[in-house]
């Protein structure tokens, strides 16, 4: 059987057979195999949803029937709640559970995760409607991401739930669905653009399979200034890549979506991996490094819970978040340390380009930084344009297929 949507009895019949003989299989998860049961179950589930009362027992109560099923103390509770006082404070129905709690424990207990993302004594929320054919579905096309793929807007549904469950999680679409984004922009983005700008970047990001187990701990000052003096090189931007990927942070480089204006955003994948998305939407040097690093800002303070992502335009200079101001400020420290005194220095008093090359050599990053950085306190993005590296970042990324310019 080859999917597409159940549209009677006999389809999730013969579903839910492909399933139970894949099951057997027992196949490792990204395989042909394993890609193909997970589309398969989702079809199955999505099936039982519009047609079944499944009766989902209260999420409290499940959570104690597993303690029964695998005699599971309180004790043994807190690694997927947090503390002894927190495990107690949800079986007694006095705490919510968060994103965090149910996703550790979907993973670690099994529990399905549609019924702990129930209300205690309430019946499930109901799903995001996703109206299929409002997915930019000709761009996606256009680039690949269907493969070769005819007949897109007659496939819509197909296609577009083909499309999602390349996450390995449901629960991971419903939570971008949600729409958890913290979106930074002046210009309203679509919604259905930045879903699919979204699952496409988590989708690259786990099959790079990164074997690094991130540890936030290492998010140090230290190691922000060490990603920026990257930026020294000429392929600065290959090796930051590959620096913090080697820390287990995963980096995708995505051209934007229209009707997005996006630069960059963080989000945290389905395996609860930090992934950094970024567009290169500005070809130019100084943008790469800050919107970088102001991403990776985020994924040092601001990244808790599943399908959560921080997502921006940083044409946008916003204020009013805190949580954006953080990401700035860990930025622009990272840059130019905060021991400089910035507006002492001879780059700042003349802004020549002697002077930015003399500072940039000091601090050992790239002039660019430093000439943007001079172009945003001046609010005069029209000065030192020779400066900034215009059109010397995306070529770097030979993989990446570039739209082209509008004539």
């Not at 057997?24 to 193909?36: L, M």
């Not at 589930?45 to 499944?54: A, G, S, W």
């Not at 700008?197 to 290492?218: H, I, Q, T």
Request: net charge neutral; with cysteine; glycine share 6%.
């Amino acid at each position: 059987m080859e999917p597409r949507m159940l549209k009677n009895d006999d389809d999730y019949e013969a579903a839910l057979a492909v399933v139970e003989q894949l099951v057997g299989r027992d196949p490792q998860p990204g395989t042909a195999n394993g890609n193909k049961l997970e589309l398969f179950a989702f079809l199955v589930e999505e099936y039982e949803k519009r047609h079944f009362d499944l009766g989902l027992p209260d999420p409290v109560a499940a959570i104690k029937f597993r303690m029964d099923q695998q005699v599971l103390s309180q004790r043994d509770l807190v690694p997927y709640l947090g503390s002894r006082s927190k495990v107690s404070e949800v079986l007694r129905g006095k705490r919510p559970l968060t994103l965090a709690m149910i996703r550790a424990l979907h993973t670690g207990l099994g529990i399905p995760a549609d019924v702990l993302l129930q209300k205690q004594g309430a019946a499930l929320p109901d799903e995001p409607v996703l109206e299929w054919r409002r997915l930019p579905l000709g761009e996606m096309a256009k680039r690949g991401w269907f493969g070769a793929a005819r007949d897109v807007r007659d496939r819509a549904e197909e296609l577009a739930t083909g499309f999602l469950s390349q996450l390995s999680s449901t629960e991971a679409v419903t939570a971008l669905c949600r729409q958890t984004s913290t979106v930074r922009s002046a210009k309203e983005m679509d919604r259905y653009s930045l879903l699919a700008w979204c699952v496409r970047v988590l989708s690259l990001a786990s099959e790079k399979k990164l074997e690094v187990e991130f540890r936030k701990e290492c998010l140090t000052q230290e190691f922000f200034q060490e990603v920026a003096r990257l930026s020294w090189s000429e392929r600065g931007p290959l090796l930051a890549v590959e620096f913090l990927e080697n820390h287990g942070i995963a980096v995708v480089v995505e051209p934007h979506l229209p009707k997005t204006h996006l630069d960059g955003a963080a989000l945290l994948g389905v395996n609860g991996l930090p992934v950094i998305g970024l567009t290169i939407r500005h070809d130019r040097i100084d943008n790469f490094w800050f919107t970088l690093l102001h991403e990776l800002g985020h994924v040092k303070k601001h990244l808790i819970n599943m399908g959560e992502s921080f997502v921006d335009d940083l044409d946008f200079q916003d204020s009013s978040d805190k949580r954006e101001s953080e990401a700035d400020k860990s930025a622009a420290n990272a840059l130019i340390p905060p021991g400089i005194r910035w507006k002492t220095t001879r780059a700042y008093r003349q802004k020549s380009a002697a002077a930015i090359h003399e500072l940039a050599a000091r601090l050992r990053v790239h002039p660019a930084i430093i000439a943007g950085r001079l172009r945003h306190d001046a609010n005069n993005y029209r000065i030192l344009t020779r400066l900034v590296g215009v059109g010397q970042v995306r070529g770097l990324f030979e993989e990446v297929t570039w739209p082209r310019k509008k004539s």
